[in-house]
């Protein structure tokens, strides 16, 4: 079995509780398979960039184009050049601070 | 200015020009129907929220306008749900403002706490938990903004009651943001779509609830007139085209005409506008359109190569790209493709009576109301066969008078949709279909409209069963019958009494045409029950699975 090609969505969206909810919403209402999610606030917390990982499939250009929709998704884009070890890599991302 | 959030409220839905709201007080919103008492909005005391939601959408699916609805937290949200979920399927806009418990109670699993802005994501185009009193000031023209633009759609805005209790100072009134009308629609695609359309052999309209509005429904009788294209359409744009023009397919899908069924594969052009192909007009997706060109134009882009891969597509209003192309159109006679149309309407003659039936066969009760009431009246029905033979049966030539839930095949929305309608055209005359299934879902309603003396005739048809599902046991379980048959039949007269409206029954009655044309002619609220055969049964029908041109007649 060819492993899928794997790719990223890079999300710019409003910080407030819910929206995260509508996103993971939007893929298990739809049935859009997801390998991985990192989020995190930018400049002054009022927006939040969210990377997600995703197997490349024929579903692609619905969920770019289901997630344009949401209210609070400022904007989309694909990354398909972007390194997607970090997902792989979680158990290293997460290190003590010395002392 | 300094004001309460609850004034605040009040204050925006009167600037939006709110006339009337359906809903039900309790603890999390008794804040707002306080702020609301001083205000000449009139409401609609709904006696299920259930109810309230779909009056929203009886007054949103008459107008094109965002109809509202209130309810408290709790149980009144989740009773909300059904007709939340029936007016995103449908694209209604409707904004329904929830209360919910006070904020710092939520999370404590307090009395009538439940995750409204949770529950209601997947249901809604879009909603809002308001956290400050100031929010409340860009929320609510936001909450409509989005519920009428684009694709319209509902919008929950759930409001914690300390935020509707707190004061605010603000210095002045927002703006409600006006719908775009500008086009996006380039001369380039423009002439595009029209050198298609022109050089198009056998070309056919497929038209969906996106040109079921006054604009959409002119343009398109004019480009189908001057190309001479035959239209079908989707129950969601039933008015929009009229049943009887020579160029009218009918309905398409599984209870639509045989020949709409048989000529849209037989087309080489097929124009689906404001379509989205869903299952019940298309069947087995796969087995349908499978020769012809697409050309997809909706003003979603998700819907675009959703179902069907389009050869040509555009993210649009119907209306606007209809505008555009019309001067770019030739006149076409196209005798070929109409000998052919005619031909196969010929071969599948479209369903009626019987010759030798009586009045209580479904399509002789229609055509007996068709021909005593108004022809501005307004249709709403609830689900299953009275529905599809309404559908058949009944001449709609304008946008906006049928209305029906065509997504979501809610039981119960007849009723207090009718309700809703009523509200919004005090001047129409509005019809219910409904069954003896379907009018229990949401009975309770006919108290709200004895409360305001509406103008509105209840039919039900009453066959003792859950027909439409009956029937699916009939034709594909080997009539193995199970639950689908009433053993207690209700009074409905008596109900309809009970709860202070007319009740006539046609069952006894010695001149039934008679009676029935009396009680279309009363103005207010009545209800009439008509015994339907429960042998009858709705045909033709695709079998659930089945390519579409394969129906059971």
């Known amino acids: 079995m060819n492993p899928k090609k794997l790719l990223i969505i890079e999300l710019h969206v409003n910080n407030h509780p819910g929206v995260m909810s509508h996103i993971t919403g939007l893929f298990s209402r739809r049935g859009y398979n997801m390998e991985g999610i990192l989020c995190g606030a930018i400049g002054e917390g009022e927006t939040s960039l969210i990377y997600l990982l995703i197997a490349e499939d024929e579903k692609l250009e619905q969920i770019i184009l289901q997630l344009s929709k949401l209210y609070d998704v400022l904007n989309v884009k694909l990354r398909p050049d972007y390194d997607h070890k970090v997902f792989f890599d979680i158990d290293k991302l997460l290190t003590q601070q010395p002392g | ?553």
């Open chain 2, 1 to 553: 200015m300094e004001m309460t959030g609850a004034e605040i409220i009040v204050r925006l839905l009167e600037q939006k020009g709110i006339k009337t709201v359906a809903g039900i007080p309790g603890a999390a919103n008794l804040h707002l129907y306080n702020a609301l008492k001083s205000s000449n909005i009139r409401h609609i005391l709904a006696r299920h929220e259930q109810g309230a939601g779909f009056m929203a959408q009886g007054m949103a699916r008459t107008t094109g306008k965002a109809g509202v609805c209130f309810s408290t937290s709790g149980p009144g949200a989740t009773n909300l749900l059904t007709a939340l979920a029936d007016a995103k399927l449908d694209s209604i806009p409707i904004v329904a403002i929830t209360g919910q418990v006070a904020s710092a109670a939520i999370g404590t699993d307090a009395f009538q706490e439940i995750d409204t802005y949770g529950l209601t994501i997947p249901i809604t185009k879009h909603n809002f938990l308001v956290r400050t009193v100031e929010e409340l000031l860009t929320v609510i023209p936001e909450a409509f903004h989005i519920a009428e633009s684009g694709r319209p759609g509902p919008v929950v805005i759930d409001i914690p009651k300390d935020i509707q209790q707190q004061t605010c100072k603000f210095e002045q009134w927002p703006e409600f943001k006006k719908i775009s009308n500008e086009s996006s629609v380039s001369e380039n695609q423009a002439a595009e779509i029209a050198a298609m359309i022109n050089s198009a052999q056998q070309p056919v309209i497929l038209a969906g609830g996106g040109v079921n509005n006054e604009d959409s429904a002119g343009f398109l009788l004019r480009l189908a007139e001057f190309n001479n294209i035959p239209v079908t359409y989707t129950m969601r744009a039933l008015g929009a085209f009229p049943p009887d023009h020579r160029l009218s397919l009918g309905m398409i899908g599984m209870h639509g005409t045989r020949y709409a069924n048989a000529l849209i594969e037989e087309a080489d052009l097929v124009i689906a506008l404001g379509a989205r192909f869903d299952d019940r007009a298309t069947g087995i997706s796969k087995n349908f359109c499978t020769k012809p060109k697409i050309i997809h134009i909706d003003i979603d882009a998700s819907e675009i190569n959703k179902i069907k891969k389009a050869t040509y597509s555009l993210t649009a209003r119907a209306e606007e790209v209809l505008k555009k192309i019309l001067p770019l159109i030739v006149s076409d006679g196209r005798e070929q493709w109409l000998k052919e149309i005619d031909r196969v309407k010929k071969s599948m003659p479209y369903v009626s009576a019987p010759e030798d039936s009586d009045l209580f066969h479904p399509f002789n009760i229609i055509s007996e109301v068709v021909h005593n009431v108004p022809n501005d009246t307004i249709i709403s029905t609830d689900v299953g066969q009275h529905q599809m033979w309404v559908v058949q049966a009944w001449p709609f030539r304008k946008p906006r008078t049928f209305i029906s839930s065509s997504g979501l095949g809610t039981m119960g929305f007849g009723v207090p949709a009718a309700i809703g309608a009523a509200l919004a055209n005090p001047d129409k005359k509005v019809v219910c279909f409904s069954g003896d299934g379907s009018i229990l879902m949401n009975i309770q309603e006919l108290v709200t409209m004895a409360e305001n003396n509406l103008n509105i005739t209840v039919l039900v048809f009453n066959n003792h069963s859950l027909g439409l599902v009956k029937q699916h046991q009939e034709l594909f379980f080997k009539k193995n019958f199970m639950a689908t048959q009433f053993e207690a039949k209700p009074d409905f007269c008596a109900l309809a009494k009970a709860f202070g409206i007319g009740g006539i029954d046609l069952t006894e009655a010695p001149e039934p045409a008679k009676t029935l044309i009396e009680a279309l002619a009363f103005e207010g609220p009545v209800l009439v029950n008509i015994p339907i055969d429960s042998s009858e049964i709705v045909l033709p029908m695709v079998k659930p699975g089945a390519p579409n041109k394969d129906m059971i007649f």
